[in-house]
């Protein structure tokens, strides 16, 4: 059985520390307004330049009917079918916008429609959108088609239209199961309802069905995370991500409302991710990248076997397509050597896109020494590995390494850096040695661990 490495009260000191979770780099901090509607115009046109390329896309729907107190994503919480109708509307004119500047650059390998909860949307809603965007885009062959599901407002027949129209996997929202738990943090599901809606999923063909847990909630005690975990791995996922708990109160209002005494710190939150760590691996569970397991057999644990894992804003992917396209408010492209992110709340969102413009409300433009930095620190955060043999400089990155400062958590050998089992706990750690804005930035991030 794999066994956890040792870490002691010294190194956690040293290492849950804040650091980015660097699903872009550069952060979102170092991003400006100075990129708006005029650098992505120029950024679609650049990637309009190979139109035989694949695209990936992300579609956002906001819309929640409660706001869950652990959240930390842009919903909007209503009731209201026709908000969702005129989202929909809304999306589809930006879709055209977009679509006019990238010419013929249509095809699409991967789609991802996230949230919020995107089963908000009924049958009818679900149909209209996938039509905008089939009206518009080409969706290859092998494409790899996901939705985010919420098992509680997610009813047989929504995941009957969704595989019927060519949606092939599935990422359920599950946190944690044990009931004390789920009051502390607003979202009641029972493990019923959870393996219905897996069995279902199974039955209708979906493949690569990730469940979504969080370690670090409030009242979670080694002995509930064991019995969540005990009954998550009786419904074997193909996938699981196991993310922490990100606490942050002063940015996310809605847990200002989190009983904070409930809430494990530090150590206790190792714990239950250690718990976690060794149930998973113990149960022949592959961990892919920072957060995630795969079993064996699925693609995303033998690409990383083969070194090839590769990751964007949507998750961890094999797919080839490396540039974004999103859709929806707060949405972020990652097209044409830009990130672009649009505005966050709907109204803004909607009055941009039916002025008739690109809905861009910051971003940054990459520069080459970003996107050689992004290359490294997606290779360290996939692959726990990174070769800079044939890539010049980063002496002083190399020798941090393999000093004090970082001792254990890599071991390097000439300019090849392989993370050891330490290092790939604290691979935020190791990725922050090749971040160049970091020194510059205050702003705060979560915590490590
Ligand atoms: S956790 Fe999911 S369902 Fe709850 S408010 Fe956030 S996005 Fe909505």
Redesign the pocket.
């Known amino acids: 059985m794999p066994t956890f490495p040792p870490v002691s009260e010294e190194v956690l000191r040293r290492y849950d520390v804040p650091a980015p979770r660097y699903t872009s780099y550069p952060t979102v901090p170092a991003w400006t307004e100075a990129v708006g509607p005029a650098a992505l115009a120029a950024a679609l046109h650049r990637a309009s330049q190979t139109p035989a390329a694949p695209l990936s896309t992300y579609v956002h729907i906001p819309f929640?009917r409660?706001?869950?107190t652990?959240?930390g994503?842009n919903?909007v919480v209503t009731r209201s079918r026709d908000k969702a109708d005129r989202y929909i509307e809304t999306l589809t004119r930006e879709m055209d916008t977009v679509a006019r500047h990238l010419g013929d650059r249509r095809s699409l390998s991967q789609i991802h429609w996230g949230?919020?909860?995107p089963t908000f949307l009924d049958e009818r809603q679900i149909e209209t959108l996938w039509t905008a965007i089939t009206d518009r885009f080409r969706v290859l062959p092998n494409a790899e088609v996901a939705i985010e599901i919420?098992p509680v407002v997610t009813s047989r027949s929504q995941l009957e239209v969704l595989r019927q129209l060519g949606f092939n996997r599935i990422s359920v929202?599950v946190q944690d199961l044990d009931p004390v738990v789920q009051k502390a943090i607003d979202?009641v599901q029972s493990v019923e309802e959870t393996r219905a809606a897996l069995d279902h999923a199974r039955a209708l063909g979906f493949k690569g069905i990730n469940f979504d847990l969080i370690y670090g909630l409030p009242h979670q005690t080694p002995k509930t995370w064991q019995r969540t975990l005990e009954q998550v791995l009786e419904m074997r996922p193909d996938r699981l991500a196991v993310y922490s708990f990100a606490f942050v109160p002063e940015v996310r209002p809605n847990q200002k409302r989190l009983a904070v005494a409930g809430i494990p710190r530090a150590y206790e939150k190792l714990e239950l991710f250690r718990l976690a760590w060794e149930a998973l691996t113990g149960a022949g569970y592959q961990q892919i990248g920072m957060d995630h397991f795969a079993v064996p057999e699925d693609e995303l644990a033998q690409a990383q076997s083969k070194r090839a894992l590769g990751r964007n804003f949507q998750g961890y992917t094999v797919q080839a397509a490396t540039e974004v396209v999103a859709f929806g408010a707060s949405a972020i492209s990652d097209i044409g050597g830009i990130y672009a992110q649009s505005p966050h709340g709907l109204p803004r969102y909607e009055e941009a896109v039916n002025r008739g413009e690109l809905a861009v409300e910051r971003g940054i433009q990459l520069t080459a020494d970003d996107l050689q930095r992004r290359a490294i620190i997606s290779q360290l955060m996939c692959n726990f590995w990174v070769d800079l043999r044939g890539v010049p400089g980063y002496e002083r990155e190399l020798s941090r390494l393999a000093g004090p400062e970082l001792e254990g958590l890599a071991r390097v050998r000439g300019r090849e850096i392989e993370l050891t089992p330490l290092g790939r706990i604290f691979v935020r750690n190791v990725a922050t040695v090749f971040d160049a804005y970091l020194e510059r930035q205050e702003q705060s991030f979560s915590r490590t661990v």
């Open positions: 929640c409660e706001r869950c652990f959240c994503c919903v949230g919020g909860t919420d929202g979202r």
